[in-house]
């Protein structure tokens, strides 16, 4: 234990004869030295995202509560089924590939019910429209046929009493004038006044009734077959309707069989509506109900990267920026995009009380072998900083969280906070702690510094006055 003790002691000495020989050599030439100079950069962002589809489908269960009826029973189909069938998770498919099936056969006797109604109704549309069609007729038939033949029939009635009554009439002026003679006698001149005056009566009588049958018959018998008409027209307009409701019905059912197999509406990757708030898990033999999602399918040839940018730089971030991408399931490969839009809305990360907003940046061409989810990078060309104070990325460094460069100030160094702003593959934008034209360590590794209570001649902090402060020339504005 005493050796060891005393090889600790000889190692610590050794240790610190060690820095405090190299504490006197100029810090300059003990370590890589670099200007702070002023540069044109070109920044780039990155920002960590992952893959999702710009289009993805919602796939959902289209059954309708439905219901028919034939010779007064009534059949129902209550808008849900059961999953017969499903695509296995994860499937590329092609448009119209079949990615379920559910149970059809309640929908398939409403089908056959309603074929049922549909002939019933077509059948009844036809009598309809036969009917219609013999009351048209029959109302040509009386006006063009039978209404002249009666008007012609009392016509000829009027005609032939007119002429009886004229020949009693030439009779009657005849016997007169023969009984003025002594010829005939008185009773045969009363024979032919009655014989004239009957005949008048019945020539008043035929063209009374011609009249009445003008005036009130044939109008009366024309009304009520045009009457007929219309009713029929009525009838004829209710099946019409009544096929055409039927029909509508007839291809709503026709759609609910055909919705009870599922076919993709483009191509993409099958995902699983899983809704594990409520403990659904989508597989087969589950009852599904109108309206639920089944399947999530992102359309695999247009694919984008959602990437979570920090609120600092969103102001700079516009539509239609460079992207280069890297995905993390294609080493090696870079991919090329560009940002399609930036999130509206925050979104909150309570762990470091730091807010994102989601960049949504769209990749040029088809890639073969992007998924949804795959988590990528994304590098963002942001716009040029002209004239900036800048240092290489590789003398900033990090102590006990602050971000610091090793100042040279005559022979010993002093280690200066800054602050940072835009980074390039090489160069760090400054905005405060530094000059234009100091010299600071390139390559500072902390632990080779000793602490300012073990050197003091070694690392100085910097001091507080407002001399370490850049001027404002100095000060690259963000």
Known sequence: MILSLSLAVMG???WYAKNRAQARVPARDRFPITAVRRADLRPTLKAGGQLESAKRTIIECRLENFSAGVQGQKLYAGGSSVLLQIIPEGTVVKKGDVLAILDSSDYQELLRVQRINMQRAEADKLQADLDHEIARLALAEYRDGTLKEQEEDYRRRVTLAQADLNQARERLAWSRSMKAKGYVSTSVVSTDEYTAAELELKLQQEEGAFEVFRKYTASRTLRALEGDIIAARTTLDYQTLRVDRHRDR?????EQVANCTIRAPHDGYVVYAHDRRHDILIEEG????????????????????????????V?????????????????????????????QIAISNWRTDVNYYEGFVSIEGVEPGLRPGMSSQVEIDLPLRDDVLAVPSESVVNNEGQDVCYVVRGDDLER?????????????EVTAGLREGEQIVLDPDPEEFLDE???????VSAPSDSASE???RDVATR
């Open 470 to 472: 850049p001027g404002p």
């Open 12 to 14: 610590g000495l050794g």
């Open 315 to 343: 102001p700079e971030v516009r539509p239609g920026m460079k992207v280069n991408i890297q995905v993390e399931g294609l080493p090696g490969r870079v991919l090329h995009g560009r940002v399609r839009k930036v999130g």
């Open 453 to 459: 209570s073990e050197a003091p001649s070694a690392v």
């Open 250 to 254: 007839l291809k709503i059912l026709e």
């Open 286 to 313: 589950m009852p599904v109900r109108e309206g639920q999602d089944l399947i999530y399918l992102p359309d695999l040839n247009d694919m984008e990267v959602v990437a979570m940018l920090n609120e600092s730089i």
């Open 416 to 428: 200066r906070p800054v602050k940072l702003g835009r980074v390039t593959h090489n160069l760090t």
